[in-house]
């Protein structure tokens, strides 16, 4: 990705190589299955392709792409259908696997957590967004991140001392 004529211009490979992981664990987090994962996946690069031009920068490239995949994500776990199959959707999705026993307990349990908190929390603490940066990245006012991130981690909390099932 780089510069030039002064206008920046996306390297679509490249964002796709530095960008992938981290949009489709924020799609699992919010859809809470591979499937509704893979289609956010999907859809938000064929987003950046449409949208390439519109990228000002490296910083807005990555924010951009964290926004439409919560957007995308948001409106698969809206969507009538899903509705209906919810329960259904989160016995068949499968947990993504992580190299450490310890990291992979705290990200299911994270998955488990309902979607408000968890988004809130992955972008603060795995993607090290500051509270501001989340709210913007949001659209949400600063007050209300710090409150979704002290019950979120008081329910993630609750939930690692009970062993899990946090449903709340």
């Not at 919010?30 to 031009?53: C, H, M, P, W, Y």
């Not at 991130?149 to 329910?155: A, F, V």
Request: glycine letters at 8%; proline letters at 2%; one cysteine or more.
């Amino acid at each position: 990705m780089g510069q030039s004529k002064g206008r920046y211009q996306v390297d679509l490979e490249e964002a796709v190589r530095q960008y992938a992981d981290m949009i489709y664990r924020i799609a699992m987090t919010i859809t809470g299955n591979r499937q509704d994962a893979d289609d956010v996946f999907q859809e938000t690069f064929l987003r950046l392709v449409k949208s390439r031009n519109k990228i000002q920068s490296e910083e807005h490239l990555k924010a951009w792409l964290i926004k439409v995949a919560g957007n995308c994500a948001k409106t698969v776990v809206m969507n009538p259908w899903n509705k209906k199959t919810q329960g259904y959707n989160k016995e068949m999705g499968t947990p993504m696997i992580f190299v450490d026993g310890q990291q992979s307990r705290l990200l299911m349990e994270l998955h488990a957590l309902p979607q408000k908190y968890s988004v809130v929390l992955y972008l603060f603490y795995y993607e090290g967004y500051s509270v501001k940066e989340v709210a913007r990245l949001l659209g949400k006012n600063e007050n209300s991140i710090k409150t979704l991130l002290k019950r979120g981690r008081n329910l993630l909390r609750k939930s690692l001392e009970e062993g899990g099932d946090s449903n709340a």
